[in-house]
């Protein structure tokens, strides 16, 4: 039977950032794979499915949308996205490249572990 993936793949070209969504990820039972580049995550893709992309819009620009629909032409919605973006933009932006959800920086710890599970769909919930 085929285990679901414990990775999500983190597009984050900002240090900080990708040392606060690494921690983030770690506390809720995930590894982190962070990539700075929309080729990166594309190569990245192309190995193996990840249980979630978090896609700073920030780190991407232009090549957000265009690495959206080829990885949703590879995994359908079973891959869920979620795109990371500026406070009053960040719905948007999702909305725009039929991502599953957004996370608006600076977001609730709380708010980023329960979007996380619910996307995931993995069930388990902290103590």
Known sequence: MFAPSRVILVV???EDLQRLFAALVADEGYEAQIVTSVPA???ALRVSQPALVLLDMDSVGNQGGEF???ARARFGKSLPIVI???RYEAAAMAEAVQ???SLAKPF???SFSYLIH???KDGSEKP
């Open 84 to 86: 990371v973006g500026p």
């Open 68 to 70: 959206i629909k080829d």
């Open 99 to 101: 991502a599953d959800a």
């Open 12 to 14: 984050e070209a900002d």
């Open 108 to 110: 609730d710890i709380g």
């Open 118 to 120: 619910a996307l995931t």
């Open 41 to 43: 995550a594309a190569q």
